[in-house]
């Protein structure tokens, strides 16, 4: 399994990376659609992140190590940490909380953010290369406490899409939200157990191709749970 994995990664990276771009355009012209409704805005916000990190990823097929391409993967850890926390939001806004509660949970988004950018530049690098793809991954060097904001985003916010998506499934009959955040932990827990190392080696660990599955289908179902809201929105404002 492992050497299959390792001989597609190469143009799969690539394909990963083409559909992050197509599902960030489509959701970008769902909020030209109606630029009062911010939740679209929102998630294309965080879907250009996801882009950015894949692209950067597929890029690690054709760039040489160091310089230039050590400075834009460095990006990717300041855009996770900066960006991730705009989940909290957008889940607020799935579950149609009221205004008064939607100033509270910016309030708090705003501090992981800021938190998040921080931690994001902290992150010390290293270069890795597994199955002909060099990336800069975090090293040994990176502050303990940078290292667990960084994780501790990821895992908060993907429980809190599945929390707020059995929520909406309930009242809406709607499973494109839980969806999300199902797919996303199904593809993190996939990569820990398949994308182990024979030799036990950390530092060759597929988990961050794995995962990158996940990463798409979050947002491929963020767009169809917002195409199927507005849908029944317009429903109703046309009663």
Known sequence: MREAILAAMPILVWVLAALNLFLLILIFKEYGKNKYNKLPFLMGVLA???FYDSLIIALGTVMPE?????????IRFVLH??????????????????????????????????????SGICVNTE??????????????????????????????????????????????KTPHFL??????????????????S????RTKSLMFFISMF?????TLFFLLFHKKRAKADRRINER
């Open 81 to 118: 940490g900066f960006l991730i926390p705009l989940i909290i939001p957008i889940s607020a806004m799935a579950l149609r909380l009221k205004p008064k509660a939607l100033k509270t949970v910016w309030l708090a988004t705003l501090v992981l953010m800021l938190v998040g950018l921080i």
């Open 198 to 201: 024979p030799d036990g080696d």
């Open 66 to 74: 160091g310089g230039f391409f050590k400075a834009i993967s460095q």
């Open 127 to 172: 270069a890795r290369t597994v199955g002909g793809i060099i990336r800069y991954a975090s090293s040994a060097q990176t502050p303990g406490w940078a290292e667990a904001v960084q994780n501790g985003l990821s895992y908060v916010t993907v429980f809190l899409i599945i929390i707020a998506g059995a929520v909406v499934l309930i009242k809406e």
């Open 214 to 218: 996940g990463e798409t289908l979050m």
């Open 179 to 196: 969806l999300a955040g199902f797919f996303m932990l199904a593809f993190t827990i996939l990569g820990i157990f398949l994308g182990k």
């Open 48 to 50: 250009f992140g996801l």
